[in-house]
Nanobody, 124 residues
Framework: DVQLQASGGGLVQAGGSLRLSCAASGFTFDDYAIGWFRQAPGKEREGVSCITSRDGTTYYADAVKGRFTISNDNAKNTVYLQMNSLKPEDTAVYYC?????????????????WGQGTQVTVSS
């Protein structure tokens, strides 16, 4: 049974940090693209970051570039999203997703597996 478990969300003040984790079970991250998306109330789900398990290539949306860092631990089958200098506009439910690919994937429709989401709230 393939599952992705996202965790690490919470309430933080503007300027603070959080680290999200995405743990996979039922499959290994060999030759997968693992992405983070977020969805704020009333808005569409948007891509935040992506990493390829084969060679660690990364992608960041312009809104988070320089503040967020994605990393993977293939031995633990886990991907992390370190979020620094958080802003109120980062408030959203954050989802991790995975799909077999050796290139960066940035669109919702490109992903096969999805986690359940974790709430991130940044207060001003």
């Amino acid at each position: 049974d393939v599952q992705l478990q996202a965790s690490g969300g919470g309430l933080v003040q503007a300027g603070g940090s959080l680290r999200l984790s995405c743990a996979a079970s039922g499959f290994t991250f060999d030759d997968y693209a693992i992405g983070w998306f977020r969805q704020a109330p009333g808005k569409e789900r948007e891509g935040v970051s992506c990493i390829t398990s084969r060679d660690g290539t990364t992608y960041y949306a312009d809104a988070v570039k320089g503040r967020f860092t994605i990393s993977n631990d293939n031995a633990k089958n886990t991907v992390y999203l370190q979020m620094n200098s958080l802003k109120p506009e980062d408030t959203a439910v954050y989802y991790c997703a995975a799909s077999r690919a050796i290139t960066i994937l940035t669109e919702v429709w490109e992903y096969e597996y999805w986690g359940q989401g974790t709430q991130v709230t940044v207060s001003s």
